[in-house]
């Protein structure tokens, strides 16, 4: 029997591809931390206006807290106000009959819609990378980069130096916790920010605050999601996803026009 191949070539077709990418993906334009809604909103539109982004997703799957919809409901809302960004992504959705402001969708269609968005337009996405910390640079201060470290690592309580990769903004799109504002102020005392938590649900109110809220948090390093209510303290909004799009194409936009 003629073998088209050999198990040595599957090893060293993976090994060889990631390490190129690797290499590539060492210093980009826009490193965006977590592919949930916001992060994968953001994504597809800096990959469009030709950034170089990477995001970098902890978890094997990519959607955040889309999947789990409303109490684990298959379906989620969005508000119509951000009904051009699920036309741009290609996403269908239902007008609901008791109020025409709210459109529905699937929670399946909405993850893979944006997730193929942010890829078709040009945005890598790692799985299995957590970032646990953050590069930074004095005079002046400024956020240039991130730490990243396989996920499986602190899973297994192992203690293994991590990598790094340089960019010109990072994107703490973590979502509740805002695991890399919370990091950075931690660790960086001359930042002098800090990570309130968010506050208890107003869905339309923390959908507007939200929005306006979105952009860079220090020089460096921008919030979009959730994240953002839990830096300023912002009413939380349960399932209603259109401020996780609209507040992921705004933060694409201000750095599209901060970075060269
Ligand atoms: O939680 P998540 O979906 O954040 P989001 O984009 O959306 C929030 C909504 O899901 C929902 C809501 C809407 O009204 O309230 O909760 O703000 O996605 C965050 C992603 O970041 C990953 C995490 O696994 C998830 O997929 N993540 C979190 N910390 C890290 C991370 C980390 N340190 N490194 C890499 N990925």
């Keep these: 029997m003629e073998e ?62 889309i999947g789990g919809g409303g109490m684990l409901f298959h379906k989620i809302v969005i508000a119509d106000y951000a009904k051009d960004i699920l036309d741009d992504i290609g996403c269908k959705y239902l007008k609901y009959k008791g109020n025409e402001n709210i459109l529905i969708t699937d929670t399946s269609e909405l993850m893979l819609k944006l997730g193929n968005a942010a890829i078709n337009a040009g945005a890598k996405i790692l799985f299995g990378i957590s970032v646990e910390d953050v590069i930074f640079r004095e005079n002046p201060l400024r956020i240039s980069g991130v730490v990243i470290q396989w996920s499986a690592v602190p899973l297994a309580g192992l203690h293994v130096d991590p990598l790094m990769i340089k960019s ?21 005392k001359e930042l002098k920010t ?35 209510a839990a830096i300023y303290n912002l009413p939380r909004m349960g399932p209603i996803f259109s401020s996780m799009l609209l507040s992921g194409r705004k933060v694409a936009e201000i750095i599209s026009h901060n970075i060269k």
């Design 4 to 65: 088209f191949f050999d198990e040595s070539d599957i090893t060293r077709a993976i090994v060889e591809e990631t390490a190129k990418e690797l290499v590539d993906f060492s210093e980009v334009d826009v490193v965006i931390v977590g592919a949930g809604s916001s992060g994968l909103t953001a994504a597809f539109y800096l990959a469009k206006k030709g950034k170089k982004t990477l995001v970098l997703e902890r978890r094997l799957s990519l959607g955040g807290g």
């Design 168 to 188: 010109k903004a990072v994107i703490d799109a973590t979502g509740h916790d805002a695991e890399v504002v919370r990091i950075a102020t931690k660790k960086i």
């Design 194 to 228: 800090n990570v309130i938590g968010e506050k208890s649900m107003y869905s339309y109110k923390g959908e507007k605050i939200l929005v306006e809220k979105t952009g860079e948090v220090v020089p460096g390093l921008y919030a979009t999601g959730m994240a953002v």
